[in-house]
């Protein structure tokens, strides 16, 4: 392929090639004659391979013969298909050169442009020899969750002097799966009214049937007598007797905001962000305290896992997660419509949303008050996100705040948890005061 | 070394910000007191400028390039030469007479001033802008260059100082255009090269791009360098003897033949010249035609 310098150049010749017949000007035409025969040698001779090539996923790489009757073939592997945000993945790409000819390539390795490139380079210029390979490893960090995916292999062969090359994409794909990254919480205030009893649940903070002591109360008839505390008694002179905590689990219902509207804000600050950290990490803590986590969210569809417990549902919630497309604008009457026949009443539900741009959220989040569910509602403040990106003046920003705060309050009546989470605030001191702690 | 931290908004600084949602984007726009949408709510998109496009384009989009690596310095000390060589030979071989300001002017004196002008505009511009890596000098330095070359000649490679008699051989004075010519072509070349290794070299020392076994990489652009021109410049001279080789190959069949080719005004003029170049575009087109290279590049990778 002609490059824009060769191009250049040649346009040029023909052009002082037919200026110096025109002008009878032999210094003209001369130097055209001399383009054209620079250009030709480069042509010929200048290395310049038809990169016929092709490429294989890093699975099929068994150390069998390459399938490409080609030159160049690329491989690639992956350190791991799955990490955390801020996590690193080091890659190894294997370039072999399969013709009798030494190369000059350009290869860059296609990286999502989110990734930052943490060590080496994935983007080389190297010479290849004949039948030679050789491997490239670089780092990339990934600071954002979601499928990603990394190739094709750009190839590029060339002269010395840049006048003719040939490009080629080797089409190697590895895909990875970047899951949110999570805050360790010691609580969340968040427990069922209606928990569901079974041998070996985990107490709930209440007192209740169980085998781990609550607190001393005074004693009432029908209380049993193997409850007394006789130590207690003799202590203060009145019958007291042990509660214990109630031996039991949740249903917790995570309902994440995924429409357009919750990607306001920079790329790395936005309130999609922050929902899903908080959900990964909530779903963490329920699952440890062994109870049964579902999740929904909503953008140009509704999503939902159903309620499971355990480390297998933990990586499925962590895998819609990560794949959570800030699209669409469904409104959530539309996922309390849906979801409503089939929660326990009295469930835990956890909102993670902006509020933003949807006018059902009073009726919806009333609908779950008035059938007596615990609503907390974390509401990143896409505001404030936007605010501090310069995008809104002072005035705007004011005019917003204000309706948010008249939002927040009406939904405070309704007696939904909520709390307007500020960009800096740990999730763990937003739940804290959205329960009022 | 990076630290950790949760905060990953450093990734960002100076990279491509999404757009913000539409109904966001469009409360910004109301709320802000001039009433535009925020430059950093639309994505940006590089392209490269036409100087850039001209020139090959760039490794990498845009940047400043760093400080000369040795390579780039040694580039440039070469470019350096042949631009003096280059401006020598450009005022040598193209005399006032012809050119367009004599044409308006009519006064040898004045038109000698200009392209004196001409050709030192070319040399300074060439200089800086080889000094300075600035693509837009080298440009204008070409123009100026193509400029002071264009002139009617009337058939004739006259020179506007002939301190070695330069003048009275038709060999000499070929192989004084021929040089002349592979000069501006070096020029050309090596004054690019400056431009492409200083984006190379900054891409390097910025890691946005790794090279492995460099000295392998210079050597053949270095080697390039000495056998290209060389080529060049006998090809052309083959090309530009024609009134000597068609003779020649003719006087086989007929020496009269021969004899009056060597006489002939049009075979010694720039129609000759135009005759072998003629010869060479058929050849030349022909081969990519045939796709020639494609072809002795399969050939060359597959044989064992």
């Known amino acids: ?437 | 070394m990076a630290t950790k931290s949760g905060d990953t908004a450093h990734l960002y600084d100076g990279k491509t910000v999404r757009s913000s949602a539409p109904s966001r984007k469009k409360l910004a726009g109301q709320a802000s007191a001039t009433g535009e949408i925020p430059k950093d709510a639309i994505p940006t998109v590089e392209i490269p400028t036409f100087i850039e496009s001209l020139l090959g384009g760039p490794l990498v989009p845009k940047m400043k390039f760093l400080p000369a690596d040795k390579m780039v310095q040694n580039l440039q000390l070469g470019c350096y030469g042949v631009l003096i060589a280059l401006g020598i030979l450009t005022y040598i071989v193209t005399p006032a007479v012809g050119t367009l300001w004599f044409a308006l002017t009519g006064s040898m004196a004045i038109a000698n001033v200009l392209q004196l002008m001409v050709v030192a505009g070319a040399i300074g511009t060439g200089f800086w802008g080889t000094m300075t890596r600035d693509a837009r000098f080298m440009l204008a330095s070409y123009i100026l260059f193509i400029l002071s070359v264009m002139r009617f000649a009337s058939s004739k490679v006259s020179l506007s100082q002939d301190l070695f008699g330069f003048g009275d051989s038709q060999f000499l004075l070929t192989i004084l255009v021929v040089i002349y010519a592979v000069l501006l072509v070096m020029y050309f070349e090596l004054s690019n090269g400056v431009l492409r290794f200083s984006m190379l070299d900054t891409s390097i020392r910025t890691r946005e791009v790794y090279v492995m076994n460099v000295k392998k990489i210079i050597g053949k652009y270095h080697r390039s360098l000495v056998i290209n021109p060389l080529i060049a410049g006998t090809l052309a001279m083959i090309v530009l003897s024609v009134n000597t080789i068609l003779p020649a190959f003719v006087s086989l069949f007929s020496e009269q033949m021969a004899l009056r080719m060597e006489e002939s005004v049009e075979l010694i003029s720039v129609y000759g010249v135009a005759l072998g170049t003629l010869f060479v575009f058929i050849v030349v087109g022909g081969l990519f035609a045939l796709d020639l290279p494609t072809h002795l590049q399969s050939w060359r990778e597959n044989k064992e």
Not at chain 1, 35 to 52: K, N, P, R
Not at chain 1, 107 to 112: A, I, N, Q, T, Y
Not at chain 1, 402 to 431: F, H, K, Q, Y
Request: aromatic share 8%; with cysteine; proline share 4%.
């Open chain 1, 1 to 437: 392929m002609w490059s824009r310098k060769s191009a250049m150049l040649g346009s040029l010749a023909v052009a002082m090639y037919l200026l110096g017949l025109t002008l009878r000007n032999s210094q003209l035409v001369t130097i055209a004659v001399v383009i054209f025969v620079f250009l030709t040698w480069a042509a010929l001779f200048g290395g310049h391979a038809d990169v016929a090539a092709s490429g294989r996923r890093a699975e099929e790489w068994a150390g069998e013969e390459g399938v490409s009757l080609s030159n160049v073939s690329a491989m690639r592997k992956l350190s791991s298909a799955r990490i955390f945000e801020d996590g690193e993945v080091s890659v190894t790409l294997r370039m072999q050169n399969h013709s009798a000819l030494g190369k000059i390539l350009e290869v860059k390795d296609r990286v999502p442009e989110v990734m930052r490139i943490k060590d080496g380079a994935n983007y080389i210029l190297m010479e290849l020899g004949p039948r030679r390979e050789t491997f490239i490893e670089y780092t990339v960090e990934c600071p954002l969750r979601g499928f990603y995916s990394l190739g094709p292999v750009a190839v590029r062969v060339q002269d010395p002097f840049g006048l003719f090359h040939k490009e080629k994409e080797l089409h190697v794909y590895n895909d990875f799966l970047v899951f949110p990254k999570m805050e360790d919480l010691k609580d969340t205030f968040v427990k069922s009214r209606v928990p569901k009893i079974f041998t070996g649940a985990v107490n709930i903070r209440q007192p209740g049937p169980g085998s781990e002591f609550y607190s001393l109360r005074e004693y009432f008839e029908g209380d049993s007598f193997r409850a007394i505390n006789w130590s207690a008694y003799a202590r203060s002179g009145k019958l007291m007797v042990n509660e214990r905590e109630r031996d039991a689990v949740s249903d917790i219902i995570l309902i994440v905001d995924s429409r357009a509207v919750s990607e306001t804000g920079p790329v790395s600050r936005n309130a999609l962000v922050y929902s899903t950290r908080a959900a990964a990490s909530l779903a963490k803590y329920f699952l440890g305290r062994r109870d049964s986590v579902g999740l929904i969210t909503y953008g140009d569809e509704v999503v939902s896992v159903d309620r499971d417990t355990g480390k297998k549902q933990l990586y499925v919630i962590l895998t819609k997660l990560a794949g959570a497309m800030a699209r669409g604008n469904v409104p959530l009457q539309v996922v309390v419509n849906r979801i409503l026949p089939h929660i326990n009443k009295g469930s835990p539900i956890i909102v993670l949303s902006n509020l933003e741009d949807d006018p059902t959220i009073v009726t919806a989040l009333r609908d779950f008050r008035a059938r007596d569910f615990d609503v907390t509602v974390l509401s990143p403040s896409s505001l404030e996100f936007e605010f501090d990106a310069k995008r809104l003046d002072r005035t705007g920003y004011e005019v917003l705040k204000t309706e948010r705060d008249v939002l927040i309050s009406e939904l405070r009546g309704l007696g939904v948890n909520i709390m307007d989470w500020e960009p800096d605030m740990l999730l763990s001191t937003a739940l804290a005061g959205a329960r009022g702690f």
